[in-house]
Nanobody, 115 residues
C-alpha cells in the first residue's frame, strides 16, 4: 500500500504564494510519475502539474510560469511551489503517485485564494 499525505494548504491573498508538500510512504523514485491535481467546487478534478521519473515536467496552461513541481528524493516528498496565486486557483489540491497503471491519491489539502 502507498500512503500520500499533503500539507501546506491554506488561505492566501491574490498575488501571494504557497508551497504544497506531499510525503510518500515509499521512495519517490520508485514511481513512474508524481502529479498534483486540483478540484474546485462543482468542477472536475484536473491535472495541475506532473513530473516523470526521468525528470520531465508537464503543466496545465493555466499555471505555466506560476507553479513549479519538484521532488526531494531524500525526504520522499513532491512539492508544488505556487506563485502569483489567483482566486481561480482556489481548490482542493491532491497529490498522486503513478506506478504500473496504478494511481495512488492523498486526502487533499485546501487552497483558498481571496481577491
Amino acid at each position: 500500500q502507498v500512503y500520500l499525505v499533503e500539507s501546506g494548504g491554506g488561505l492566501v491573498q491574490a498575488g501571494g504564494s504557497l508551497r504544497l508538500s506531499c510525503a510518500a510512504s515509499r521512495r519517490i523514485f520508485s514511481f513512474d510519475a508524481m502529479s498534483w491535481y486540483r478540484q474546485a467546487p462543482g468542477k472536475q478534478r484536473e491535472l495541475v502539474a506532473s513530473m516523470a521519473s526521468g525528470g520531465s515536467t508537464n503543466y496545465a496552461n493555466s499555471v505555466k510560469g506560476r507553479f513549479a513541481i519538484s521532488t526531494d528524493n531524500a525526504k520522499n516528498t513532491v512539492n508544488l511551489q505556487m506563485n502569483s496565486l489567483k482566486p481561480e486557483d482556489t481548490a482542493v489540491y491532491y497529490c498522486a503517485a503513478h506506478h504500473w497503471g496504478e494511481d495512488y491519491w492523498g486526502q487533499g489539502t485546501q487552497v483558498t485564494v481571496s481577491s
